[in-house]
């Protein structure tokens, strides 16, 4: 079955900084790689994804870069901002019917101004 | 996107007894996927549940523990059995894929004491 290793685990930035998270995944059928941000006590929340025939996706802050060859991905944050602080999960699936998602261990992300 | 209510929100049970979780959607879904988050760590998939069969368990979890009903494609209820303070987590449905990704709900935060 798929397995995604997340790294770095923690990671704290000035704000205006960048944040970069990366991933790899493990099974070559994946397809969709979204990721997602939990603030403490709450449940996660989709900021944004990606499909496999697709190399990049940017929405205004955030962008997310795909290297399906080497079966990596990256969540890219720019312009930090202290509310950008919590745990950002990635996670990949096949995407197809009865699939469900896998998890990286997560990156717990400290902006501090 | 699909909206999801759960409950409860948060409970706290003796060793030994057992807790019904509950999730409802509000439009069919065929899949409906049930995770723990333990403290400070990661979604684990507990397993796949399917309208009509037997819901599909991921390594490390068995049905007698946690058992799943998915009676009709809105709704689905995931038992922890025989509870000890391993247990203690938090367990979240989630709904998905579809055009918007998968949802999840908001989760029960379970204390076994």
């Known amino acids: 079955g798929e397995n995604v290793e997340q790294h770095p685990s923690t990671l704290s930035v000035q704000e205006g900084d960048s944040a970069v998270i990366k991933c790899t995944y493990s099974d070559s059928a994946s397809n969709y790689f979204p990721w997602y941000k939990q603030e403490l006590g709450k449940r996660p929340q989709l900021i944004i994804d990606?499909?496999?025939?697709?190399g990049e996706k940017k929405d205004q802050r955030i962008a997310v870069t795909l290297n399906k060859t080497a079966k990596h991905f990256s969540l890219h944050i720019t312009e930090t901002q202290p509310e950008d602080s919590a745990v950002y999960f990635c996670?990949?699936?096949?995407?197809?019917?009865?699939?469900?998602?896998?998890f990286g261990k997560g990156t717990t992300l400290s902006v501090s101004s | 996107s699909a909206v999801i209510s759960q409950k409860p929100s948060r409970d706290i049970c003796q060793r030994g007894t057992s807790l019904t979780i509950q999730c409802q959607v509000d439009s069919q879904v065929t899949m409906m996927f049930w995770y723990r988050q333990q403290p400070g760590q990661s979604l684990t998939l507990i397993a796949t549940?399917?309208?009509?069969?037997?819901?599909?368990?991921e390594s490390g979890f068995v049905i007698d523990k946690f058992p799943i009903s998915r009676p009709n494609l809105t709704f689905s209820t995931l038992t922890v059995s025989n509870m000890s303070p391993e247990d203690s987590s938090i367990y979240l449905c989630?709904?998905?894929?579809?055009?918007?990704?998968?949802?999840f709900g908001s989760g029960t935060r379970l204390t076994v004491v």
């Open positions: 989630s709904v998905g894929p579809a055009d918007y990704g998968y949802t």
């Open positions: 549940a399917n309208q009509g069969s037997e819901a599909t368990y």
């Open positions: 996670a990949a699936t096949p995407n197809q019917a009865g699939t469900a998602l896998i």
């Open positions: 990606i499909r496999s025939n697709v």
